[in-house]
């Protein structure tokens, strides 16, 4: 399996163990901004941290939930510093994760939910339909 493969499998795992906590910050984050989930982005990121835990995999995991706006419009202020970072360092694979080339598909949600995740070199940024 590619890395992309391993990505996919990774977030669809993630989604199908932590649905009802993202469902609930997904909520949460719509009434807060009164932005449609349809609107949001769910990141992600499985590469250890500066004190060797995967923010993903904690427990409870930590993740963002945004507006897809402040990640793909303007000078984009919500965009992670990892991500930032894969620009400089990787500019083709940060030019795709932007353009949403790898679709990943699941049922958790019907409308579709963007995802940004960071996982070990590999950036991921769909949609989920």
């Known amino acids: 399996m590619n890395r992309m493969g391993v990505a996919t499998a990774i977030v669809r795992q993630f989604f199908i163990d932590n649905f009802e906590l993202v469902m609930v910050k997904l909520v949460q984050v719509c009434d807060k901004t009164g932005v449609g989930i349809n609107h ?3 990141e992600l990121d499985f590469v250890k941290d500066h004190d060797g835990t995967v923010p993903a995999m904690r427990d409870p995991p930590s993740f963002k939930v945004a507006p897809i706006w402040g990640y793909v419009e303007g000078d984009r202020p919500d965009e992670p510093v990892w991500f930032a970072e894969n620009r400089k360092r990787n500019p083709e694979s940060y030019k ?23 996982h070990g070199g590999t950036v991921v940024f769909s949609r989920s339909e």
Do not use: D, N, P, Q
């Open 96 to 118: 795709r994760a932007l353009a949403g080339m790898e679709v990943f598909r699941s049922t958790f949600a019907s409308e579709g939910i963007w995802y940004l995740v960071h």
């Open 40 to 42: 949001m982005v769910v």
